[in-house]
Nanobody
Framework: QVQLVESGGGLVQAGDSLRLSCAAS????????MGWFRRAPGKVREFVAA????????NYADSVKGRFTISRDNAKNTLYLEMNSLKPEDTAVYYC??????????????????WGQGTQVTVSS
């Protein structure tokens, strides 16, 4: 099991950047694939990005591709989401999550058994 705590959210203007962090505790972080999801007001939670345990493989939702970058530092037990060129439609609560396997073809929540509490990102126009 992995305990996850997100940070780095805030209020920014369109075009700005933010970096979210997800601090993990538990021995299984380094062997876990990780993902970022988000829930916008009035919408269901959606996939944002995922990364393999080694960091060597990543995949993104089309809506963030080219603007967001997922990365991890296994020595620090931390997952990151670098968000550039933010848009008002990126406003959401962002969650990190862990699962035992990486599958670039599966952007569902299936298999993600450990979740953080979320961090709010608000992008004003």
């Amino acid at each position: 099991q992995v305990q996850l705590v997100e940070s780095g959210g805030g209020l920014v203007q369109a075009g700005d950047s933010l970096r979210l962090s997800c601090a993990a505790s538990g021995r299984t972080f380094v062997s876990s694939a990780m993902g970022w999801f988000r829930r916008a007001p009035g919408k269901v939670r959606e996939f944002v990005a995922a990364i393999s345990w080694s960091g060597g493989s990543t995949n993104y939702a089309d809506s963030v591709k080219g603007r967001f970058t997922i990365s991890r530092d296994n020595a620090k037990n931390t997952l990151y989401l670098e968000m550039n060129s933010l848009k008002p439609e990126d406003t959401a609560v962002y969650y990190c999550a862990a699962r035992r396997y990486y599958d670039k073809n599966d952007s569902s929540e299936r298999g993600y058994g450990d979740w953080g509490q979320g961090t709010q990102v608000t992008v004003s126009s």
